[in-house]
Nanobody, 125 residues
Framework: EVQLVESGGGLVQAGGALRLSCAAS????????IGWFRQAPGKEREGVACISSRDGSTYYADSVKERFTISSDNNKNTVTLQMNSLKPEDTALYFC??????????????????WGQGTQVTVSS
């Protein structure tokens, strides 16, 4: 059974930092991608960052470039999202997702096969 478990969310003041982790298990693939998405109340799900297991290529939404960093430990199937200089508009439920048959670029939400339950990030002003 494939499982994605997020951790690390919480409440932080604007300008602060949080680190989210996604532990993926129960799958076998030599070419996959793990992405982070977020969804705020009343808004569509937004892709935040993605990393490929193939070569470690990373992709970011413009809104988080220079502030967020995605990294992976392929041996442990764990992906981390380091979020710095947080803003109130970063407040959302953050999900990680697994594209088990990765092609290229930053996959759209419908291309991911498995999703975690999400972890809440709240940034106060």
């Amino acid at each position: 059974e494939v499982q994605l478990v997020e951790s690390g969310g919480g409440l932080v003041q604007a300008g602060g930092a949080l680190r989210l982790s996604c532990a993926a298990s129960g799958f076998t693939s030599d070419d996959y991608a793990i992405g982070w998405f977020r969804q705020a109340p009343g808004k569509e799900r937004e892709g935040v960052a993605c990393i490929s297991s193939r070569d470690g290529s990373t992709y970011y939404a413009d809104s988080v470039k220079e502030r967020f960093t995605i990294s992976s430990d392929n041996n442990k199937n764990t992906v981390t999202l380091q979020m710095n200089s947080l803003k109130p508009e970063d407040t959302a439920l953050y999900f990680c997702a697994l594209d088990i048959d990765y092609d290229l670029g930053f996959p759209k939400p419908y291309e991911y096969d498995y999703w975690g339950q999400g972890t809440q990030v709240t940034v106060s002003s």
